[in-house]
């Protein structure tokens, strides 16, 4: 199985950029399609981004698009999310998640119980 970690992670002013790191183990990760989620405290698992085996197909939470951008080096085993025009609300734990991907490569998703393989989290916060 594969292991994630996450990285990239920290204290910025609204307005910064953060480009957060998802590193795999164990498997190599073009096996996956790999999703960003975060949590804040008191609040459910909310998706941010997601990016299909051959990162063809990318999809994104409706509060991040156009701020971030999901990508993935496959010759690195590492997927990134690039978090520009950070806001107090982007305030969360961050986690990567994978699942094994379909045969095309083309398929993404949204819904966190896809996914079979968590990272750590790594946290984000944004100061006003």
């Known amino acids: 199985q594969v292991q994630l970690v996450e990285s990239g992670g920290g204290l910025v002013q609204a307005g910064g950029s953060l480009r957060l790191s998802c590193a795999a183990s164990?498997?190599?990760?073009?096996?996956?399609?790999v999703g960003w989620f975060r949590q804040a405290p008191g609040k459910e698992r909310e998706f941010v981004a997601t990016?299909?085996?051959?990162?063809?197909?990318?999809y994104y939470g409706e509060s991040v698009k156009g701020r971030f951008a999901i990508s993935r080096d496959n010759a690195k085993n590492t997927v990134y999310l690039q978090m520009n025009t950070l806001k107090p609300e982007d305030t969360a734990v961050y986690y990567c998640a994978a699942s094994l991907a379909d045969f095309r490569g083309t398929y993404a998703s949204t819904g966190v119980t896809t996914y079979d393989y968590w990272g750590q989290g790594t946290q984000v916060t944004v100061s006003s």
């Open positions: 990016i299909s085996r051959n990162g063809i197909t990318t």
């Open positions: 164990g498997r190599t990760l073009s096996s996956y399609y």
